[in-house]
């Protein structure tokens, strides 16, 4: 644990943050890689857990990928057999998104591994201190919101 009474770590917020960031998702990856997942197919599952039924363009808009991306990502849900799409009543080329019982299950274990990975980064932290980081963490992401029309 780095010692908090000498700071040494000039390191901008920014880059504290996307350093951060690249460690949590390396250990993501680790540990959902024995799972056969990887974080993107976990948070594109994640957001079909959420919006069942959403079409992979809705998907697309709420992970801000290209449309063609997750298509790609989708295409290999359902290869794993983790998804099934099945077409729109009314809008006949859209096609809608939902967990197979075997993603249910995979998004179960999943989600294990993240709470897991959740509790390792907050270590050490108060729980007044878990609190305020994550409610500093929501200030700077409102912040970065572009304005409103």
Same mark, same amino acid.
């Given at each position: ?31 959902? @890689? ?20 959403? @079409? ?94």
């Amino acid at each position: 644990m780095p010692d908090e009474s000498k700071p040494d770590d000039r390191r901008p917020v920014a880059r504290l943050l996307r350093d951060v960031y690249a460690l949590l998702e390396a250990a993501l990856e680790a540990d959902l @890689s024995p799972l056969g997942a990887t974080p993107a197919q976990y948070g594109v599952m994640r957001r079909i857990q959420e919006q069942p039924g959403a @079409s992979s363009a809705q998907l697309a808009r709420r992970v801000q990928v290209s449309a063609q991306n997750m298509h790609v990502l989708v295409g290999t849900l359902e290869t794993k057999g983790w998804v099934r799409r099945t077409p729109h009543p009314e809008l006949g080329r859209v096609r809608r998104v939902h967990l197979t019982e075997a993603g249910t299950e995979l998004m179960h274990r999943c989600n294990a591994h993240a709470l897991a990975l959740a509790d390792r980064l907050l270590a050490g932290f108060t729980d007044p201190e878990a609190d305020q980081f994550a409610a500093l963490l929501r200030r700077a992401e409102y912040n970065l919101q572009p304005p409103q029309p």
